[in-house]
T-cell receptor
Framework: EDQVTQSPEALRLQEGESSSLNCSYT??????LFWYRQDPGKGPEFLFT???AGEEKEKERLKATLTKKESFLHITAPKPEDSATYLC?????????????FGKGTKLSVKP | DGGITQSPKYLFRKEGQNVTLSCEQN?????MYWYRQDPGQGLRLIYY???????QKGDIAEGYSVSREKKESFPLTVTSAQKNPTAFYLC??????????????FGEGSWLTVV
């Protein structure tokens, strides 16, 4: 059974304090791994797609990396506006067509 | 601007009542999805549709129904058979799944509360 586990559940950082969020996954065949940002009461906003181990993508203060078992979302020198819940999801070749399996998310709070 | 529009943003349902959530997209995407989000849980798939006039059940389809008469529209009906409908509902769309993963884009969501 496909599984996605995100850790930690919540993370509190001071502005400028870099850290990483973890997404561990179990799938029979990875079609893609996705990172989303979700603000309270809003729909998830797409950040990155990673397809194969060793792949990295960057956007402003965020950098996503992928291994065969997990993905990391690195946040460098975060600002208060980076506060949100970050969702990780995987797409399995063997799963329902197009279906994403989501983790429960990591709630990030960045204090000034 | 291209995007996914969900309406209404807030909806209240009385016991025994059916309600319909609207989802419209102008991204020219073939595939559309409905997810449900509950506090402390990951998003769960209710229904999805890869092409017009065809749709498939997801992991938690019981108590829900959908239609896909137009490429742009994928309404979700929450029926009285759904015993715990209070949740945040998210509509999404994507291009058809190819050999690589296809990115799924989400609307802004609809809150449904039972009163």
């Amino acid at each position: 059974e496909d599984q996605v586990t995100q850790s930690p559940e919540a993370l509190r950082l001071q502005e400028g304090e870099s850290s990483s969020l973890n997404c561990s996954y179990t799938v029979s065949g990875l079609r893609g791994l996705f990172w989303y940002r979700q603000d309270p009461g809003k729909g998830p906003e797409f950040l990155f797609t990673l397809y194969s181990a060793g792949e990295e993508k960057e956007k402003e203060r965020l950098k996503a990396t992928l291994t065969k078992k997990e993905s990391f979302l690195h946040i460098t020198a975060p600002k208060p506006e980076d506060s949100a819940t970050y969702l990780c999801a995987v797409q399995d070749y063997g799963g329902s067509q197009g279906n994403l399996i989501f983790g429960k998310g990591t709630k990030l709070s960045v204090k000034p | 601007d291209g995007g996914i529009t969900q309406s209404p943003k807030y909806l209240f349902r009385k016991e025994g009542q059916n309600v319909t959530l609207s989802c419209e997209q102008n991204l020219n995407h073939d595939a559309m999805y409905w997810y449900r989000q509950d506090p402390g849980q990951g998003l769960r798939l209710i229904y999805y549709s890869q092409i017009v006039n065809d749709f498939q059940k997801g992991d938690i389809a019981e108590g829900y129904s959908v239609s896909r008469e137009k490429k742009e529209s994928f309404p979700l009906t929450v029926t009285s058979a759904q015993k715990n409908p209070t949740a945040f509902y998210l509509c999404a769309s994507s291009r058809p799944t190819g050999s690589s993963g296809n990115t799924i884009y989400f609307g802004e969501g609809s809150w449904l509360t039972v009163v």
